[in-house]
């Protein structure tokens, strides 16, 4: 009597293994494509962060001042005077993120206060009187803007 195991091919064909080696070729392309995506793109949250960075402490220098210019105020054009929020409309850089001593910041050359910090007139809102203050800050084509409100109470 013959042993069915002793008839039983052992091994791969060489077909076989032409077909795994082409699929797992494919499978590797794929990962890899997608890897490289992955790493082209991975400064970009680390600008985004920068940027709203910028911006949050901006608007929060901002929604620190005073609502309106206290009397005998300055109604100059020099951020480290300004002493109310509507002296900050239309403030902006071309020459990188500085302090309000205008000191750049380091590494944050090539970031802006671009377009414009805007502050609307006074509006009625949820019965406070209330400014809107938007800042943005651009890095390249990028742009993020953040709005807040300062209200006078």
Known sequence: MTDWLAFRQR??????????IVVVSAGMAGILSVMNVTVKSSA??????????S??????????????????????????????????????TSTGIVNKLGEAAPGLESYNYFPAVAVDDAATLGGLTVKKITVSVTHGSETISLTGY????
């Open 11 to 20: 091994g791969f064909t060489l077909i076989e293994l032409i077909i795994f």
């Open 44 to 53: 970009d949250p680390m600008v985004r962060k920068q940027m709203i960075a």
């Open 150 to 153: 300062r209200a006078n109470y």
């Open 55 to 92: 911006a949050e402490s901006l608007l929060e220098e901002i929604s620190l001042a005073a609502f309106a210019n206290p009397a005998g105020g300055d109604t100059g054009t020099v951020r480290n005077l300004f002493d109310d929020v509507s002296q900050y409309h239309n403030y902006a």
